[in-house]
């Protein structure tokens, strides 16, 4: 089977950094994604991790750690803007898990 | 480069009609794949087409149905609907598919009343 697992939801202040945790159980692992949904929108794509260390993408980073079945996206200098729900994704499928609320509040 | 269309947006619908919705890759894009979204389940697999084959299928009954045309252009279909079918369904495209990067479409949202 493949399950991934994530905090339901996150409050952070603006300006902050944040930190959302993924730990997963895929079958043929290729890699971890990270996609962000807004309110009443679309899942767009934000990175993908194909091997173990740290991607980095302007204020959003993703880590990968294969050894630990574990990931994480970090966000820093919060905006209101990155209020949304956060998802992980991995598997031949691309399963997904249950997303993470962010709220980010001044 | 256009982006993933769905259509229609809104949909409603009575217990046991049947429903289709449509989407329209990006271009050059032969992969298609379907997700069910709903606040208590998440975003759920449905299938994934790549060159009018079916490749993936997730743990849905049978009344959800799809298929892909040559342009890649796909469809599915749920027959027999349930008050439970109620989500929205979007559609992603990608070039290979699978765990490739996936760009969504703004998604069907159905309503089973």
């Known amino acids: 089977g493949q399950s991934l697992e994530q905090p339901s939801e996150v409050t952070a202040v603006e300006g902050a950094i944040v930190q959302i945790n993924c730990t997963y159980q895929?079958?043929?692992?290729?890699?971890l994604s990270w996609y962000q949904q807004h309110d009443g929108g679309a899942p767009t794509f934000l990175s993908y991790n194909a091997l173990d260390g740290l991607e980095e993408t302007g204020r959003f980073s993703s880590f990968l750690s294969r050894s630990d079945s574990y990931g994480y996206l970090l966000l820093q200098e919060l905006q209101m803007k990155d209020s949304a729900s956060y998802f992980c994704a991995g598997g031949y499928q691309l399963t997904f898990g249950k997303g993470t609320k962010l709220s980010v509040i001044p | 480069k256009a982006g993933v269309t769905q259509t229609p947006r809104y949909l409603i619908k009575t217990r046991g009609q049947q429903v289709t919705l449509s989407c329209s890759p990006i271009s050059g894009h032969r992969s298609v794949s379907w997700y069910q979204q709903t606040p208590g389940q998440g975003l759920q697999f449905l299938f994934e087409?790549?060159?009018?084959?079916?490749?993936n299928k997730g743990n849905f009954p049978g009344r959800f149905s799809g298929r892909q045309f040559s342009n890649s252009r796909s469809e599915m279909n749920v027959s027999t609907l349930e008050l439970g079918d109620s989500a929205l369904y979007l559609c992603a495209s990608g070039l290979a598919g699978g765990r490739e990067t996936q760009y969504f479409g703004p998604g069907t949202r159905l309503l089973v009343l």
């Open positions: 087409y790549f060159s009018e084959t079916q490749r």
């Open positions: 895929t079958s043929g692992f290729y890699g």
